[in-house]
């Protein structure tokens, strides 16, 4: 049974850092979790960062770029640190898992599992 978890969110105020991790288990043979997506209420869902498996490649949606940065520890684990945290990026934010081959792209239909996602509340 795949499971993928997301972790670290919470509130936290305007300016400050906040580290996201993701667990996945269960995986079929070639999948990884390579990308963070996020929704913010009342609006669509949005990639905001990718890593390939070997962490060579980061790619991240330019609204997001020099405040986020993506890590991994393997095919399994998944970070997301976000620095200077604007009230903009109160949503959820999701992990998901792709068998596209060392794959760090945004688009969201070549993701085929997902982690139920975790809460970053921005205050100002």
């Known amino acids: 049974q795949v499971q993928i978890v997301e972790s670290g969110g919470g509130s936290v105020q305007a300016g400050g850092s906040v580290r996201l991790s993701c667990a996945a288990s269960?995986?079929?043979?070639?999948?990884?979790?390579s990308a963070w997506f996020r929704q913010a209420p009342g609006k669509q869902r949005e990639g905001v960062a990718g890593?390939?498996?070997?962490?060579?490649?980061t790619y991240y949606n330019p609204s997001v770029r020099g405040r986020f940065t993506i890590s991994r520890d393997s095919a399994e684990k998944l970070y997301l640190r976000i620095d200077d945290v604007k009230p903009d990026d109160t949503a959820m934010y999701y992990c998901?898992?792709?068998?596209?081959?060392?794959?760090?792209?945004?688009?969201?239909?070549?993701?085929?599992?997902w982690g139920q996602g975790v809460q970053v509340l921005v205050s100002s």
């Open positions: 998901a898992a792709s068998n596209i081959f060392d794959h760090y792209g945004l688009t969201a239909s070549n993701y085929d599992y």
């Open positions: 269960g995986l079929p043979r070639g999948y990884e979790v």
């Open positions: 890593i390939n498996l070997s962490s060579t490649i």
